[in-house]
């Protein structure tokens, strides 16, 4: 949607009946984009950029620096906007004039790929000169990218992914396989079922009860047998653990240090939905299925043994998130890479007594500084390592198991689960804010992107 405050005149050369526009370029009845110098066509081009960042996942301060940068590229004097969750409101200027438009991306969701590749294209641009048409040429050609990942990875991505949190969760192993297996089936069905184009919290309701009922029903014969207990809560949670929405979550957080409250509220309010949604459905089967709500007794291991089984299991549940979050190659192995070192340090810590939302305070600026440095190397997106390298940190255990707790009348318990994942969630948000407030100059500054 397009409105001009201005009402503004046709430029000379423009012609109001000309029916050439840039490729890929919406039509507007305000101002032909067939034009490359019109204040419209370019307006245009700089907020697809940040509709295609948005779509992404991207924070909404990163998408203001990227479009206020493709505007200087393309000769405008300023552009100015409000990025919430799902839309961008901006104004652009150019000799004199100014348009406001509104954009709102088809599809919020995480694609580290287009992130990656748009944000280069973004650091590429000269300072000027750049044409809307070469904008929407390199823009198309990235909206075009298929998923770097097949369907079978992406699944075994989900059931690496919650075998490990099953793991971290101090699950035994046939807990973990158990988990692993269902969550594969869970993200076959869920990625089945985004093809239809589906509300989000349907999706993943649905996903969650696939994933959960299949899990019990993996765990019945092991159950009878007396070789797992009957709580066993540490595996049937990690099974929909790959359904946490830790994008929109740790950026929310970010976007809130900020000072971006309309973003970074939206983005918290759609992981709570999502979380909550989740956690209901788990509930229910795990009710319907007469499980018991209480957590079963956790794997001991020596110290020794376990610090480096964590480790490998940290490194694989990161990989397969960035996985699912279409990420390269050399991004998911950087960003695993990133959480080993983070998370052996938090497990550390809480080893040696210190409170877990200190130790992951800790852990997630060490992240964020990790994180920066392999960005400024190599030219990555920094959010695109941090955020999944957060991710196997997110409690996303003492979230579901919290509310299923206070579902089944455990008022005591359910209530402090849920306060230690809250403060561990804000410990983990602060300690990346802290990270880019250390290492980033604009991020000090109060000025936003203009």
């Known amino acids: 949607m397009t409105q001009d405050p201005t009402e503004e005149t046709p430029h000379p050369h423009e012609d109001p009946a000309d029916p050439d526009r840039a490729p890929g370029a919406p039509s507007t009845a305000t101002s032909p984009l067939g034009i490359p110098d019109s204040l419209t066509v370019r307006s245009e081009a700089a907020a697809a950029v940040g509709e295609t960042l948005l779509a992404s996942g991207m924070a909404s301060y990163r998408v203001k620096v990227a479009m206020a940068r493709t505007a200087r590229a393309l000769g405008l004097d300023s ?23 509104i954009t709102r991306p088809d599809h919020v969701g995480v694609n580290v790929d287009h992130l990656h590749r748009t944000v280069r294209m973004v650091e590429e641009l000269p300072a000027r000169g750049t044409t809307a048409a070469e904008i929407y040429g390199w823009l198309g050609s990235i909206r075009a990218r298929r998923p770097l990942h097949s369907g079978p990875v992406a699944v075994l991505a989900a059931a690496v992914a919650c075998a490990a949190f099953a793991f971290l969760n101090q699950a035994g192993p046939l807990e973990m396989l158990a988990a692993g297996l269902a969550a594969g089936v869970g993200q076959a069905t869920r990625r089945a079922v985004q093809r239809r184009r589906w509300n989000h919290l349907l999706v993943t309701v649905l ?10 029903l993996l765990t ?7 070789l797992i207990g009957p709580g066993h809560l540490g595996g049937f949670l990690a099974s929909v653990l790959f359904l946490v929405p830790g994008f929109p979550l740790i950026t929310g957080l970010l976007d809130l240090v900020r000072g971006d409250y309309s ?3 939206a983005r918290l309010t759609y992981a709570a939905v999502i979380i ?8 229910s089967v795990g009710l319907a299925a007469g499980i018991d709500p209480a957590p079963s007794a956790s794997l001991v291991l020596p110290f020794a043994v ?23 190659w050399r991004i998911a192995l950087a960003a695993a890479s990133v959480s080993v070192l983070a998370n052996s340090l938090r497990f550390l ?15 997630t600026a060490l ?4 994180a920066y440095l392999l960005a400024r190397r190599y030219r990555l997106p920094r959010t695109a390592i941090s955020v999944p390298a957060v991710v196997i940190m997110i409690p996303g255990f003492a979230m579901y198991g919290g509310l299923a707790l206070l579902n089944a009348g455990d008022l005591t318990g359910g209530v402090m689960l849920l306060q230690e994942a809250l403060l561990t969630v804000l410990a983990a948000g602060m300690g990346l804010a802290l990270a880019h407030l250390a290492t980033s100059p604009a991020w000090r500054l109060v000025d936003h992107p203009h």
């Open 349 to 363: 810590l809480t080893e040696l007594g210190a409170p877990v939302q200190l130790a992951t305070l800790g852990a």
């Open 79 to 101: 552009f100015t906007a409000i990025v919430t969750f799902t839309d961008i409101t901006a104004t652009a200027t150019m000799d004199g004039r100014y348009r406001t438009r």
């Open 263 to 265: 973003a970074g509220l």
């Open 367 to 370: 992240v964020g500084v990790l």
């Open 276 to 283: 909550a949604g989740a956690a209901s459905a788990v509930w």
């Open 220 to 226: 019945q014969v092991p159950v009878a047998l007396g």
């Open 306 to 328: 376990e610090w480096p089984l964590r480790a490998l299991a940290t490194f694989a549940g990161v990989l397969g998130f960035a996985i699912l979050f279409n990420s390269p």
């Open 207 to 216: 996903a969650a009860v696939v994933t959960s009922a299949c899990y019990l």
